[in-house]
């Protein structure tokens, strides 16, 4: 991995871990994710105008069919992360969804795409793993999970952690592929598949429209975080796929997981902090090796 592409994948994972204890503290529904994409919209039209002004207009049938797709995922992950929210604690859903996602589309890679990976990069996508266990709870989280008081909510997590990591895994190959092979644009495959989320989510709006005014007076601020900074996160890691292997840059991504747990253990009260500083410490090993490799 270049230089450019590990620094590209660090700023990231920074924006990824803000706007996602953003939402975790809206905690929000379809509602908010629609508001949130509406915004997006909005905040950066000048950008998605200015690149695809040209570009847009030469797109084919298999361009806009990723750009369709690529909504669709992008909804159901959001979607399912939002509901892993309202049910569990961020500190088990957020590094579960994190850490099944790119070990999914790492090997994937692999297999699919014809990467190649050197030692450094297995130990690597091995630390990011091991520190994903510790910092959703390591061994407690299974004591957790069998205790009256708190099995539903660690279940929900494991459940809703697990599913959303399926749900990146997928999106990450299709983007990958989309920036790799057919050289779209990574703001436009952000920005333009973010129409497809809006009118999917709108009616959701619509339909109760009292309730929607009501949720937007108390989630505005996070809305707007969330549709402010989430746009450069994703296009980072685009760019970074651009330049390196998607089994090293997903992994990578990982490096979010840091300062999930030093942010979201603070401004959430979420326990097990030091626990979860050890595991957020292997991720950082972890991400060093995939740089290295």
């Known amino acids: 991995m270049t230089p450019t592409s590990f620094a590209m994948v660090m700023l990231a994972g920074l ?66 992360l939002l509901r892993g929210y309202r049910e569990a604690d961020l500190t088990v859903v957020y590094p579960l969804a994190r850490g099944t996602g790119p070990l999914i589309s790492s090997f994937a890679a692999l297999f699919l795409l014809g990467e190649k990976i050197s030692l450094p990069g297995v130990c690597g996508i091995l630390a990011v793993v091991t520190g994903v266990f510790l910092i959703a709870g390591g061994p407690g989280l299974f004591r957790a999970a069998m205790l009256p008081e708190t099995r539903r909510r660690i279940q929900q997590g494991i459940y809703y952690g697990v ?15 989309a920036v790799k092979v057919l050289l779209m644009s990574p703001i436009l495959l952000d920005y333009i598949s973010n129409f497809i989320r809006s009118a999917l989510l709108l009616p959701v709006v619509l339909r109760d429209l009292p309730t929607a005014r009501t949720l937007w007076r108390a989630q505005w601020k996070y809305v707007v975080i969330v549709a402010a900074i989430s746009p450069i996160s ?32 603070h401004l959430l009260g979420e326990g097990d902090r030091w626990l979860r500083i050890t595991g957020a410490l292997c991720i950082a090993g972890g991400v060093i090796a995939l740089g290295i490799g």
Request: hydrophobic share 60%.
């Open 15 to 80: 924006i990824h871990a803000i706007w996602n204890i953003a939402a975790k503290k809206a905690g929000g529904d379809g509602r908010f994710a629609c508001f949130a994409n509406l915004l997006l919209m909005l905040i950066w039209a000048p950008v998605g105008i200015y690149v695809g002004w040209q570009v847009v207009p030469l797109w084919g049938w298999k361009e806009w069919s990723f750009i369709v797709a690529s909504g669709v995922i992008h909804n159901l992950y959001f979607m399912t």
């Open 234 to 265: 994703y296009a980072l890691v685009l760019f970074a796929m651009q330049t390196a292997p998607l089994s090293h840059v997903a992994p990578a991504r990982e490096v979010s997981m840091l300062f999930a747990a030093l942010l979201g253990g």
């Open 163 to 177: 599913l959303t990591g399926m749900l990146i895994a997928s999106y990450t190959l299709l983007d990958g592929y």
